[in-house]
């Protein structure tokens, strides 16, 4: 199940299930901040307020700092094995990542798509997955 929790004027829900595995970090965001337009951008925007929502986002979910790995979505069925955390600064071509580094964040986007988070019941692997 789904709780909607708030910290620091950022809305996002977070999974009681995925609560329970240590060591994962997990959010799905909405565009709820102080008003209902926070926007986590396109992966390549230029806008700066792209990258402070970011970082207030990260802050909100308790994770400050994590990189980001980023995925240019071609709606495919490209997963990504991420290894390192060059995803971070330039987008990575696929539809879903999979990663067993800590400290990282997994991101996909989604509008009329579904995301969907996946860990082992250890949390020793992640995946993040835009289905649509």
């Known amino acids: 199940m789904l ?6 004027q950022i809305t996002f829900l977070h999974s009681e299930t995925l609560g329970r595995i240590p060591g994962v970090a997990h959010a799905f965001s909405t565009r709820r901040g102080e008003r209902n337009d926070l926007s986590l951008g396109p992966a390549d925007s230029p806008n700066p307020m792209i ?3 970011r970082a207030r986002f990260l802050s909100a979910i308790g994770s400050p700092g994590w990189p980001i790995i980023k995925l240019k979505q071609i709606h495919s069925g490209n997963v990504v094995d991420v290894v390192d955390t060059t995803g971070a600064v330039d987008a990575i071509a696929g539809d879903a990542a999979v990663t067993s580094l800590r400290g990282v964040i997994l991101a996909v986007q989604t509008a009329d798509c579904v ?5 082992d019941g250890e ?5 993040a997955i835009h289905a649509g």
């Open 3 to 8: 709780q909607v929790k708030r910290q620091d």
């Open 51 to 53: 990258q402070i929502n």
């Open 115 to 119: 995301p969907i988070l996946v860990s």
């Open 123 to 127: 949390g020793r692997a992640i995946a």
